[in-house]
């Protein structure tokens, strides 16, 4: 069954409805008229795929699942992609620059160049699996193609490359292709992109739904008129009801992750003085600079700096100590105590002295870190943790959201390189970056 079928009908009605109406819109997005090919913009599809289907957009700086999907209990990643034509045809799935080094070392060896790519890409998929918390075998590509006066919407597997049956080598000036057996990729050299062939006659493609979409010739008189029957109906815009923040995994000072704290806080002295016992790996907190409660005060808790002096005038039992806590709920699913603590309120940290997790192990300070320094970004041993290793992670910032006026659930998942460096500046944060 596909994952469609899973979907109410008035669903993918509406999904499909909105499909039309955009690519009625066309002739807005192009500057040469009555090209009978509809647009579709892919972002305008990531966001009405996942408000049509009751999914979360996951995708942030070209990760390789765009929404997720929670059927029947069960965690489905998607990639979601359109373009024009619907013969069988390579398109562009995953760009690599940031691997040239390791792809050039090999490029002259077409077996070692095949199983470098394949592993780099399967590397990023597992990355996302284990951030979203997916089964590596139920996930998807959902697309769109455009022909004339039409949309096609597809559905195929999206699994790992098989490197045990690497084959099918042909490398040009140009480009070089591969195969597993079950998929067709290449990889362009100009662009450092993954290319992977789609072909809707394959056994593990589907070919779910086709529609008419009907172009309007002059979109502008149209939408107009509709602004204007908006504005006659004194309709209002609702605000949106989230506050998002972004932090640093990196000290903002320094720029650069300290050595023994932050997320090498697990390189600390031991706990016991004397013992020679190491921190386990991932103990971690996330640091918070002074700068980021001077602009957000309210974020974590009703203005941060009252709670501050009263805390630090508690003259009770340091067990007792009021401490900013909630809860993190994490993209894979799990959701985990934490608090803000430390002096000068300076470190995001998991921790609970009460509460337990599936295991009936108590939940403590390297909760946080077993999701986001090992899980995700695969910290395999004692290796301290610098800014270029983020980097070559594809990530160096978190973000942060909450509702407005809820402190019992913060939500929390990495941000491109450099997002809270724009935030903290007051400029425009985009989750999108070329990867």
Known sequence: MSIWANYSKEQQQEYIQFLQVYGALSNLFRQKQGDPIPYLDSKFQETVFARAFDCQNVDIGNTPHDVLSIIQGQRIG???KT???SRPSFQKTMQLKRYQDDINAVKMNHEALAHTLSQIRNERLITDYQRLGLNPDSNIYHYVTRDEGHFLINECAYPLIDTSNLKDFSCTNSAFSWSDGLK???????DSQIWQKFDSSKKDSLLLDQFKVDIIENPFDFLLEAYMTLLGKAQTIKEEDIVEVFLP???YRSQEVEEKSGLNAWNAAPKSKGSGIPRPLNEVYIPIPREFHEKNPDFF????????KEREAFQGDKKDRPEVRFHL???????????????NMKGLQSGSNTEVDENGKRYGQAALGQWLLVDVLGLKDRTLVTREWLRKKETDSVRLWRKKGDYSTIYIDFAPIDS?????KGEPVSLDQES
Do not use: C, H
């Open 184 to 190: 067709d990729y290449k990889f362009t050299f100009a």
């Open 249 to 251: 995994l990196y000290s």
């Open 83 to 85: 373009w024009m034509g």
């Open 329 to 343: 709920q994490l993209p894979n699913g799990k959701r985990i105590p934490a608090l803000v603590t430390q002096s």
């Open 420 to 424: 809270f460096e724009n935030f903290i």
């Open 301 to 308: 808790t009703a203005n941060i700096f009252e709670f501050e």
């Open 78 to 80: 998607i990639g979601l």
